[in-house]
């Protein structure tokens, strides 16, 4: 488990770099705008986003190896040759290159639901949610530090070597995605269709991911947007590390504690302590306090919903459901940068942080109204 952990961690650090660096490639090196660079980004979270469940499905059928030496040496590829690509052949190859990123997040909760006992994996999977703070607090970092000291090249190259090297680690320690019985199990049963394990309480749980991540890039997005209003954008890199810093405490309260709320109350929590953040936009430094109670419960709510999922899943199922969790997030994050950011247009900053907790609120009462309702037809009595 410590070695799978290790090596998971180093496959999430270039993921969380790929965003800030190749922004600042297109801008700084290729002479593009931001629309630009925004652009190739969308494409890149986009193929992702409709490979994931497919990716997920094939390390059902055919194992871990597989799918990683295939996305490994394509990330590696594409990365490594990205700085040395015009803008046009960028922003094709981007959404094929996305598809195929190797997906780290979807494989650590897999193995922690193969290695970890069902009783311990809520902590686990708070471990996991702490640990991908960190390397959001690293990776951007170190993306952003090599391409002003070197350049945007020597970081893609980097970000590409990473790849590559992760990749191998993972293909050589190859960690389980079930456990023995189930392995045994799931060899000689029928897989299962989709319909007969993606039930209204899985879409539900789906649908309070997708509002998690809405809230969580909104309320980002608004904080920037706060700090560039008030002339203090340069105290950014400190509210978000602070944000950060919140989360990661959360994460480990919750996975330390021995009894825990559900996923839906830990997101409601989620986006009503989001929105008081819009009376105290400035200074800097009562933002980012204002904005501590909110991300105290981000990794608990993430951890909650990789929890429930693994509970609703079938294992011979769990990389398909595991990827099509990854794309409920990503969705999330897709939606709140343009949601938001039209409302600030049309506002002020501040109205994002009601925007981005109230989007949340609304995807968490669609979730809890779609459960509550498969609850209902499942207790009904049925004809003979």
């Known amino acids: 488990m410590a ?33 630009a660079a925004g652009l190739v980004g969308t494409a890149t979270t986009a193929g992702t986003a409709l490979a994931a469940p497919l990716l997920g499905r094939m390390i059902d059928r055919y194992g871990l190896r597989p799918v990683v030496a295939v996305c490994g040496t394509t990330s590696a590829t594409f990365w490594i040759s990205a700085p040395h690509l015009p803008y046009a052949v960028l922003l094709v190859a981007a959404l094929p290159a996305g598809a195929l990123l190797i997906p780290a997040g979807p494989i650590a909760r897999q193995v922690i639901a193969a290695l970890v006992p069902a009783g311990q994996r809520r902590t686990a999977y708070s471990l996991d949610s702490v640990l991908v703070e960190l390397t959001f607090m690293t990776g951007p970092a170190l993306g952003i530090l090599v391409t002003t000291q070197v ?112 996923q839906l109350t830990l997101m409601v929590t989620l986006a009503a302590l989001t929105i008081p953040a819009a009376l105290a936009t400035q200074p800097w430094w009562l933002l980012a306090l204002v904005l501590v109670p909110s991300n105290l419960v981000c990794a608990p709510t993430l951890a909650a919903t990789t929890e429930r999922v693994s509970q609703l899943a079938p294992p011979a199922v769990r990389g398909e459901a595991m990827g099509v969790q990854d794309s409920a997030t990503r969705i999330g994050l897709a939606l709140g940068s343009p949601v938001v950011g039209f409302v600030m247009d049309h506002t002020s900053p501040g109205m994002g942080f009601v925007a981005a907790g109230a989007g949340g609120l609304a995807f968490a009462a669609a979730g809890a109204a779609l459960s509550r309702r498969g609850t209902a037809d499942r207790t009904a009595p049925q004809p003979a």
């Open 3 to 35: 070695t799978s952990t290790l090596v998971a961690v180093l496959a999430r650090l270039p993921m969380t770099a790929t965003g800030v660096t190749l922004t600042l490639h297109v801008v700084g090196t290729l002479g593009h705008g931001y629309g």
């Open 151 to 262: 350049s945007s090249t020597a970081a893609l190259t980097a970000i590409g070597v990473l790849f590559g090297t992760c990749g191998c680690a993972l293909y050589a320690v190859n960690p389980p995605v079930r456990t023995p019985d189930e392995a045994g199990r799931s060899r000689a049963a029928v897989r299962p269709p989709l319909t007969s394990w993606l039930g209204r309480h899985l879409v539900a749980t789906l649908l309070v991911a997708t509002g998690a991540l809405f809230v969580l890039v909104g309320a980002e997005l608004a904080a920037l947007a706060a700090l560039r209003e008030s002339g203090e954008v340069g105290a950014a890199g400190v509210v978000i590390a602070v944000m950060c810093l919140a989360s990661l405490v959360g994460g480990i309260v919750h996975g330390v504690a021995r009894r825990s709320a559900s």
